[in-house]
């Protein structure tokens, strides 16, 4: 302004942009550490960004997603690939939807992506763990021998047991499982009836003492 006040085209206003500088960095930003059933995708997709030194999200930036065998699948519209290349958005994120292989476990996805002038961007690649666990249970089916012959009122040498699993045949843990003595008498860890959880390996499995009485 001049004195006796502002002078015409006062005031001016000067405006910068400021711009990202180039791709330095991968970040690990969301889709971590879920758990879902087998053969499902995960609520949630495996997300990452780019940033540059100062942590702008760098736009347009090429990025590689990979699972190793037995790993799941990665959804890619209509078909499933365990490797996607993809670019960054106007935000610098890249995601995915991951979906868990058939059998339970802790599963594994790598992402990597390279500075501009090459190498690879500060910690890349960067891994998601996912864990897969068994669908819900599907089959019950004789674990141990099921014809025995005993003397009458001793214990049989070996548990009487069952394996759970579901429609992929993987073990399906804490299902009660009820084992009763119907006829003959005798008892099952001490009782007529017994209801018994799934372990781990889908199993469950009791004593059987027979009774007083020969036959079947």
């Known amino acids: 302004t001049g004195t006796g006040g502002a002078l015409n085209g006062s005031p001016i206003v000067f405006k910068a942009t400021g711009l990202p500088t180039s791709a330095e960095k991968l970040v690990k930003y969301d889709g971590d550490g879920q758990s879902q059933n087998v053969n499902v995708s995960l ?42 290349q993809t670019t960054t958005d106007d935000s610098g994120f890249a995601a995915v939807v991951w979906k868990m292989p058939q059998a339970p476990g802790q599963v594994f996805m ?25 669908d819900a249970a599907d089959e019950m089916m004789a674990e141990s021998d099921t014809t025995f012959e005993a003397t009458v009122g001793s214990s049989l040498p070996e548990q009487i047991a069952v394996k759970v699993v579901d429609q992929y045949d993987n073990a399906v843990a804490n299902v009660p499982v009820s084992f009763n003595v119907t006829s003959g008498g ?31």
């Open 43 to 84: 609520d949630n997709p495996v997300k990452i960004k780019v940033v540059d030194l100062y942590e702008n999200g760098i736009s347009d930036h090429q990025v590689t997603f990979t699972l190793q065998a037995g790993n799941g699948t990665i959804i890619d519209n209509a078909s499933e690939v365990t490797t996607f």
């Open 186 to 216: 005798g008892a099952v860890d001490g009782e007529t009836s017994q209801t018994v959880q799934t372990g781990a390996d889908g199993i469950a499995g009791v004593n059987w003492t027979l009774g007083p009485s020969h036959g079947t």
């Open 110 to 134: 790598n992402v990597a992506g390279n500075k501009p002038a090459g190498g690879a961007l500060v910690d890349s690649p960067v891994q998601f763990t996912a864990t897969a666990t068994s």
